[in-house]
Nanobody, 123 residues
Framework: QVQLVESGGGLVQAGGSLRLSCAAS????????MGWFRQAPGKEREFVAA????????MLADSVKGRFGISRDNAKITVYLQMNSLKPEDTAIYYC????????????????WGQGTQVTVSS
């Protein structure tokens, strides 16, 4: 199973930016998708963004469109989540996830998960 390791979380003021990274332990064949989900205290895990390695298809949640972007570095087997114009409501643990198939906003379809990285946005 591919291991996923997130990094880049931290504390930032509202309006600031952070970039999260998710590194995969090895390459895979087939249609591989990596995505980001987040979970705030007392709330359900929610979809943020996803991208496919081969076709370059991406998805972004409506709540982050225009502020967040997802990109990948094939050589480093790493996916990035660039977060701009951060708001206090973006505070959550951000999880990297992976699946074989096409990008999806359904967390139940992702079989691989990272350990999560905390993002805290102060007002």
């Amino acid at each position: 199973q591919v291991q996923l390791v997130e990094s880049g979380g931290g504390l930032v003021q509202a309006g600031g930016s952070l970039r999260l990274s998710c590194a995969a332990s090895r390459r895979t064949s087939g249609s591989y998708v990596m995505g980001w989900f987040r979970q705030a205290p007392g709330k359900e895990r929610e979809f943020v963004a996803a991208t496919s390695w081969s076709a370059g298809r991406t998805m972004l949640a409506d709540s982050v469109k225009g502020r967040f972007g997802i990109s990948r570095d094939n050589a480093k087997i790493t996916v990035y989540l660039q977060m701009n114009s951060l708001k206090p409501e973006d505070t959550a643990i951000y999880y990297c996830a992976a699946r074989v198939g096409i990008p999806s906003d359904r967390s139940s379809l992702y079989g691989n998960w990272g350990q999560g990285t905390q993002v805290t946005v102060s007002s």
